[in-house]
């Protein structure tokens, strides 16, 4: 039919026509070029009705005709041509955000979402997805309006985590869906032909800050999810790198200064100590500065037992690779010692002695007096598990060479909290380790050990003649109070 309509159109006029200048060739020519217009209106009126008849559900245009493009339709079905609008389209279809607090509301677009939710997620893993700009901000719109959201506070419980372990953790009610969502992200943001450069604009630093805050959820599948993604983001996108370790460092300064509250520590320290690892040598300033105000800080709050194992272990990445810094982490030790926390004694005497592995000589040196002090006090205490770990010590043989090197200093700081250990202890195990310590230090300085002890008994019976003289003292004080009371005189 095409064919004839245009069969039926006027050839356009040769070069030997155009010399004809009379009114009636004049006249035909205007007939001829009106009748040639309309044509053309006819045949453009129609293409344009196939065009769109066509566009319906496959139109070509990535950006305007993904939207048109209908989302239900299975990826099987699709032509190859139409896939990447198809997954535009889906895209935006998940975007609609539902109501998990009651399952029986809108449960057929729930199962829809999720159906298209599993497509998308498939699709991206068959390698078949291209991440055009439009996609990638498509990507970027639907994760963002599924997952960044403010939790509700009556749902949290921060400061129970370090202490009541037992306690179940939360579930978010509407992780059938954020589970394929978080899954979608993982693979975009690991698709091997992404281009980064685009990507950036975003998964910016707002997006990242929203993902970050997101560490604070109840619930430890999300929290190990977002672990997986921000090391990914971290690996992929360098540009990103210092925006991230500066924002990590604001929650961490958020959570020991201020509130004391949070549930994604642990994770987050998970993920900085792949980060540590990576550090050049020599240290920047400020991965340094890291140390000193974020992770030393650390170990001020109660709940310091929910992340000390990845705390720990993101410290001694510092010290391996610059051991010096091992005095500096020992002076933050015993700032942040703890005095009523026994089981926080135990997690501190335990990276103590890490520490104390790795150190060297010249910075044991510059430590060992106020380090050797809180240790007599944990000889000494009356926490039996305290007092064991710190007997401990003597047991690896790197601290105990350090301590034997320097005998003459430390043993005068131990010597009379072993003394009272021996006397008054009630725990028979700590009694024996402290006649094993004893028994040590007498078979390498016997003469030093002596010393100590008649230096000990002179203090202690200097002691008790102060003892007794402020008894006597307060006696006098108490019979001249009982003769001749003091008078009260209130002023009006």
């Known amino acids: 039919m095409l064919k004839q309509i245009l069969g039926k ?78 997954f535009v389209s889906k895209l935006n279809l998940c975007c609609s955000v539902h109501d998990f607090s009651n399952f029986d509301k809108n449960c057929a677009e729930k199962d829809l979402k999720r159906q298209a939710l599993v497509e998308l997620v498939d699709f991206v893993s068959s390698g078949s ?41 939360m579930f978010d009610p509407a992780w059938s869906h954020l589970q394929l969502v978080y899954d979608l992200l993982f693979r975009f943001i690991s698709y091997s032909s992404l281009d980064v450069k685009v990507a950036k604009r975003y998964l910016d630093d707002a997006f990242i800050l929203k993902l970050l805050n997101l560490f604070d959820s109840e619930d430890p599948r999300e ?50 100590g792949s980060v540590i690892t990576g550090f050049a040598v020599p240290l920047k300033e400020e991965h340094k500065m ?29 010290v391996d690779k610059e051991p010096r810094l091992a005095s500096t982490v020992v002076n933050g030790l015993l700032k942040y010692w703890p005095v009523t926390s026994s089981q926080k004694e135990l997690m501190f005497l335990s990276e103590l002695e890490e520490l104390l592995e ?16 809180r240790v007599a006090c944990c000889l000494n205490s009356s926490h039996f598990q305290v007092a064991e770990r710190a007997h401990f010590l003597w047991n690896n043989d790197e601290i105990l060479n350090l301590i034997m090197h320097n005998r003459q ?59 007794e003289r402020r008894r006597l003292t307060w006696e006098r004080l108490e019979t001249a109070a009982a003769f001749q009371p003091v008078a009260c005189v209130v002023a009006c």
């Open 290 to 318: 890291f140390l000193w105000r974020a992770l030393i800080p650390l170990h001020k709050p109660k709940s310091v037992g929910a992340y000390h194992q990845q705390l720990t272990y993101c410290v001694m990445q510092f």
């Open 9 to 86: 159109l006027p050839k356009k006029s040769t070069k030997s026509d155009a010399p004809d200048s009379d009114g009636s060739n004049s006249g035909n020519n205007t007939i001829h070029l009106g009748t040639f217009t309309n044509s053309c209106n006819v045949v453009s009126t129609r293409l344009n009705v196939v065009k769109r008849m066509s566009s319906v559900i496959f139109p070509s245009n990535n950006t305007a005709g993904a939207e048109m493009v209908e989302p239900h339709v299975s990826f099987n079905d699709a032509p190859n041509t139409e896939k990447q609008n198809l």
């Open 223 to 272: 929290r190990d999810c977002l672990k997986t993604i921000l090391h990914r983001v971290y690996g992929k996108f360098m540009v990103h790198r210092p925006f991230i370790r500066k924002a990590v460092s604001n929650i961490i300064y958020h959570f020991v200064f201020e509130t004391e509250r949070h549930n994604g520590i642990a994770e987050l320290l998970e993920i900085f």
């Open 129 to 169: 997805a291209k991440f055009t700009e439009p996609a990638i901000a498509s990507t970027c719109k639907m994760c963002a309006t599924n997952l960044f959201r403010d939790f509700p506070s009556k749902c949290r419980s921060y400061s129970s985590r370090g202490e009541a372990e037992d306690d179940e953790p």
């Open 358 to 373: 790795k150190i060297n000589m010249a910075e044991f040196e510059k430590i060992m007096v106020p380090l050797f002090r």
């Open 409 to 467: 200093v430390i043993l005068p700081l131990v010597f009379p909290a072993l003394h009272r250990t021996t006397q008054n202890h009630w725990n028979q195990a700590v009694l024996n380790l402290t006649q094993n310590v004893r028994k040590m230090f007498c078979e390498i300085d016997e003469e030093l050990v002596l010393a100590c002890q008649s230096k000990f008994e002179e203090e202690n019976s200097k002691s008790i003649v102060v003892a």
